[in-house]
């Protein structure tokens, strides 16, 4: 089936660490975005790719640190910097149409 | 500035009652769309329907229809009798030309249908 994979879905981190959440798609999209979502709060996008070997910052990129090797796979790092890691994190790609995109399930990122 | 408005934090109606989703958005740009998407229990947003800035025709869905008014800025998401499997926090969301299609998110309306 085609989608977009995120892993793992919960993840713990102690205070310091840094940690990477996976996301791989397989609908052949050249576009790629990460967002946060905090309790009852939209969407915040943190960085989009639209493009292998190339991305950008949206608008909370501070703490956070992306790769685009493949254009499959879109992996964000949440870094020791990120001074409130706890949330929920979607990655998403971009279909044909203008700004229709296709979420994964998401991975919930607890720092203990 | 680009901005999206969702008033309603929280709904609850009781199935098969209609009920209207909110939405009013801020944009200085003549080319845009419009988005609903559905995030039930699962985490995953589902999209539902995307306008642009030039096409003001309603459109109907099965159950579901959606009102875009330029004039008032709404773009205003009705469920006609509602289901139990309708509960779930709905997101109404705005793009732009030039904006390499990032979304705007507005901060979601949760939807509950008691039987």
């Known amino acids: 089936d085609g989608g977009i994979t995120q892993s793992p879905k919960y993840l713990f981190r102690k205070e310091g660490q840094n940690v990477t959440l996976s996301c791989e798609q397989n609908l052949n999209h050249d576009a790629m975005y990460w967002y946060r979502q905090d309790p009852g709060q939209g969407l915040r996008l943190i960085y989009y790719s639209q493009i292998v070997n190339d991305f950008q910052k949206g608008d909370i990129a501070e703490g956070y640190s992306v790769s685009r090797e493949k254009k499959e796979s879109f992996p964000l790092t949440v870094t020791s910097a990120q001074k409130n890691p706890t949330a929920f994190y979607l990655c998403a790609s971009r279909g044909p149409g203008p700004g229709e995109l296709f979420f994964g399930e998401g991975s919930r990122l607890t720092v203990l | 500035a680009q901005k999206v408005t969702q008033a309603q934090t929280e709904i609850s109606v009781v199935e098969k009652e209609d009920v209207t989703l909110d939405c009013v958005y801020e944009?200085?740009?003549?080319?845009?769309?419009l988005f609903w998407y559905k995030q039930p229990p699962s985490g995953e947003l589902v999209f539902l329907i995307r306008?642009?800035?030039?096409?003001?025709q309603n459109e109907i869905s099965g159950r579901y229809s959606w009102n875009f008014q330029k004039s008032t800025s709404s773009f205003n998401f009705t469920i006609t009798a509602s289901q139990v499997v309708d509960s779930a926090v709905y997101f109404c969301a705005l793009t732009w030309m030039d904006s390499s299609y990032k979304l705007i998110f507005g901060s979601g309306t949760r939807l509950l249908v008691r039987p």
């Open positions: 306008r642009n800035s030039f096409d003001e």
């Open positions: 944009t200085r740009d003549t080319t845009y769309y």
